[in-house]
């Protein structure tokens, strides 16, 4: 079956430092992969997406690749600020029976500091 | 716009009661919505999918008998945890698909706090 892994958390970053949020999946055929982004109080939003290998997504500095041959799709983002703490999850969605269903890693949560 | 509410927020109740929370999408018509469950520190999990006037499809170990989903308009999804236990406290969320949007376009309501004593 499909799975999703991400990077425990939580990370604690001060502002304006590096951020990479690891995300590894497992899955059958060619899945589509996401990050969500869960702001306190607030449901998940999407906040970027890759429906093939190669593919970047990006969004908000937000960036991550696709990557077929390590089954991987990490977030990254080159200078965090305070607004962006929040808990970011990676999904996938693949075809057959699961086709429009999403699986979700485990969530990591993100503290930016002034 | 894609706005998903639910209510209630936060809710308490004793074992062996029945609750129910609902799930709208406040301005579009979603045909599907999905209803997750997330433990602490834990992924969402995906419990069932309704789709608007049939009955819900619900994903390999979760009960249909207890958690009832109801999706009788196209704004409006209730799940229902019958007889709940201690072990049924969790957070709930709903999402819902517009047909409007792609596939995977879900939109995400902010969850619902369940607390059974």
């Known amino acids: 079956g499909n799975s999703v892994t991400q990077m425990e958390g939580p990370v604690t970053l001060s502002e304006e430092a590096f951020l990479t949020i690891n995300c590894t999946y497992t899955a059958t055929g060619y899945p589509s992969l996401f990050w969500y982004v869960q702001y306190p109080g607030e449901g998940l939003q999407l906040l970027l997406k890759a429906t093939k290998a190669d593919d970047k997504g990006s969004n908000k500095g937000f960036e991550a690749t696709y990557r077929k041959e390590t089954t991987s799709f990490h977030l990254e983002k080159g200078s965090v600020q305070v607004s962006d703490s929040a808990v970011y999850f990676c999904?996938?969605?693949?075809?057959?029976?699961?086709?429009?269903?999403?699986?979700f890693g485990q969530g990591t949560i993100l503290t930016v500091h002034p | 716009g894609a706005v998903v509410s639910q209510h209630p927020s936060r809710v308490i109740c004793k074992s062996g009661t029945s609750v129910k929370i609902e799930c709208r999408s406040l301005d579009f018509q979603a045909t599907t919505m999905f209803w997750y469950r997330q433990f602490p520190k834990q992924s969402l999990m995906l419990m069932a999918t309704s789709n608007e006037g049939s009955k819900a499809t619900y994903e390999q170990g979760v009960e249909k008998d207890k958690f009832l989903i109801n999706h009788a308009s196209l704004t409006l999804s209730t799940l229902t945890v019958t007889s709940a236990h201690p072990e049924d406290s969790s957070f709930y969320i709903c999402?819902?698909?517009?047909?409007?949007?792609?596939?995977?376009?879900?939109?995400f309501g902010p969850g619902t706090r369940l607390t059974v004593t």
């Open positions: 999402s819902a698909r517009s047909p409007g949007t792609g596939i995977y376009e879900q939109y």
């Open positions: 999904a996938l969605s693949s075809g057959g029976t699961s086709y429009g269903k999403l699986t």
